[in-house]
């Protein structure tokens, strides 16, 4: 018997890097998620910069003087605030992360009973807390780059 | 390599960092709060003798050393995860691996060597 | 209106009319994809799945979905309702999504067949890739088991949830990663991967290890926990990746573990004449 294999016609539908920033309507952690990877993104590109600009004081007085003087400003001086509003988030978002990636905090399965609870929705508390510690972090540092500066 | 091994580093690190950059944070970018409250002395932490001075001690050295090599680390490995998270050939995934390598590798040895010639120049 | 619609206005009192937006498109045709509104009175307790039987029933035949059992049990129905993966046969339209306005649109990620209709292809071949099936070491006794395998209730608990997977392929539409790589394996398959792992009865740590310790491997989940919010039988893909992951650096740390062994078959014992025989075995 000759089988007949009819070619299969679909349509792509993969969302995309545009996937990874619409957030749907699912939980908080999936905001998160995309902050964390912008917020690392941020961070690596200063700290290359970072290097090479600290890097000058190799160079003696005058070098480092003109390194620094290339990099102040009120632009730079709120980017510098960005940046470690983005360390604030990251750093703390990480421990969060951490904690669960090695399975530290998130307790034991448990059978679904309506209505589900999922791991993440148990560690909330936990997640909120980070939030909430990172937001003062950068209320202090924007007291200090800002009014003391 | 398994890549559970890179992963368990990139942990690692991120742990490190917290500390390190804590430290580094405190001192350079939250300076005015931490003289305000006498942790640390008056001064332009930026001014050119004060990071001489800081660049003499042996702590300072750890801490610069550890904090880039681990930041380095952990900033490039989610910057590959990323990158390796968009679909591409095996061909694109072995070039973005060499390429993030090298450029790490370069940053590190860079960095390795602005730190060091600055510990010498500070004792000298 | 057809006359349908008329009766069931007659037999339901509270109806309310709700514009259905399904996502259109067939491959022979090759159009463009397009939405098609259609205006269904629906009566208070239609889930999704009946709105969308309704109107192919009575409004436009053409409209393709894929269901079968209405009761969420076979996970053929998920689709994107309202920008979410949900079951249709279990999403109440009036209750549950309070809106006058239900968008339809295939699953997330997956090829699209036809209309609302996915191609779960891919998925079916990220949860064989994992392996899931108990392996033992005895090849021969995986074959032809000489007994059952001890288990205690707690070592149950340990995967039940995770073996509560319906392969409806909600997690994986909602997943932020598999929306652009192709080769990570999925909340699904990871799960499963987990879900056999950690059961005491497997041996197949190792044999499962490739698939799951790669560079496109569990390592590519980031706890976003979409995955775990879109599953509609509270099977939390999420929280079985990061034990996964755990488990994973647990063995590459030393982490040994014996499976369970074969049940000691009862000796001196006299069977009751009231228990019946086994039937003969049908396949052979």
Not at chain 1, 55 to 68: D, F, L, T, V, Y
Request: include cysteine.
């Amino acid at each position: 018997m000759k089988t007949v294999v009819q070619e299969k016609k679909t349509r792509p539908n993969r969302l995309g890097i545009g996937g990874w920033f619409y957030g749907g309507k699912y939980g908080a952690e999936r905001y998160i998620f995309v902050l964390h990877r912008l917020a690392g993104l941020g961070i690596l590109l200063y700290f290359i910069i970072h290097i090479f600009v600290t890097g000058q004081k190799i160079h003696g007085k005058e070098a480092w003087n003109a390194a620094m003087s290339s990099v102040s400003g009120t632009w730079f001086h709120i980017g510098e605030y960005l940046v470690f509003a983005a360390i604030a988030f990251h750093g703390l978002n990480g421990i969060r992360l951490i904690l669960a990636e090695f399975g530290l905090v998130l307790g034991k399965p448990k059978r679904p009973i309506y209505p589900y609870t999922t791991a993440n929705m148990r560690i909330r508390v936990l997640t909120w807390s980070m939030m909430i510690l990172a937001a003062i972090l950068m209320l202090v540092g924007g007291y200090d780059f800002f009014l003391m500066h | 390599m398994r890549e559970s091994t890179l992963w368990f580093w990139h942990l690692i690190a991120g742990i490190v960092i917290i500390f390190v950059l804590g430290i580094h944070i405190g001192v350079m970018h939250l300076d005015k709060i931490m003289q305000a409250i006498g942790i640390m002395s008056a001064g332009d932490v930026l001014s050119y003798a004060d990071v001489l001075a800081r660049a003499k001690t042996i702590a300072y050295l750890i801490i610069y050393l550890l904090l880039m090599w681990f930041a380095l680390y952990h900033g490039f490995y989610g910057l590959r995860s990323m990158i390796l998270e968009i679909s591409m050939s095996k061909t694109a995934q072995a070039v973005v691996n060499w390429v993030i390598f090298l450029f790490g590798f370069g940053l590190a040895v860079y960095g390795t060597y602005a730190i060091i010639i600055g510990y010498t120049m500070a004792n000298a | 209106m057809s006359e349908t619609n008329e009766s069931y206005k007659t037999n339901f009192a509270e109806t309310k009319d709700i514009v259905f937006k399904i996502f259109r498109y067939d491959p022979d045709v090759n159009t463009e994809p397009h939405f098609d509104t259609f205006t269904v009175p629906v009566v208070k307790g239609w889930t999704v799945l009946d709105a969308v039987m309704h109107i192919k029933e009575n409004m436009d035949s053409t409209v393709s979905y894929r269901a079968s059992c209405r009761m969420g049990i076979c996970g053929s129905c998920a689709m994107d309702i309202n920008g979410k993966p949900r079951l249709a046969c279990q999403t109440q339209v009036i209750a549950e999504l309070q809106s006058d306005e239900v968008v339809i649109k295939p699953l997330a990620n997956y090829p699209i067949l036809r209309d609302i209709v996915p191609d779960l292809t891919p998925l079916i071949q990220n949860h064989e890739a994992v392996k899931p099936y108990i392996i033992r070491k005895d090849k021969e006794d995986q074959k032809n088991p000489k007994g059952e395998l001890y288990q205690t209730p707690d070592e149950l608990e340990e995967y039940l949830q995770f073996s509560y997977c319906i392969k409806c392929g909600a997690c994986m539409a909602a997943c932020p990663v598999v929306a652009t790589d192709e080769e990570f394996p999925g909340p699904q398959a990871l799960t499963q991967a987990y879900r056999y792992t950690i059961d005491t009865r497997d041996d197949g740590f190792m044999e499962r290890i490739d698939s799951v310790d790669k560079t496109h491997g569990a390592w590519r989940c980031h706890f976003a926990g979409a995955c775990s919010d879109a599953c509609p039988k509270g099977v939390d893909p999420a929280f079985a990746i990061q034990l996964l992951k755990r488990e994973i650096t647990a063995r590459k740390f030393g982490k040994k573990r014996e499976p369970a062994p074969i049940a000691k078959q009862p000796v001196n014992v006299k069977r009751l004449e009231s228990v019946p025989y086994p039937p003969e075995k049908t396949v052979k």
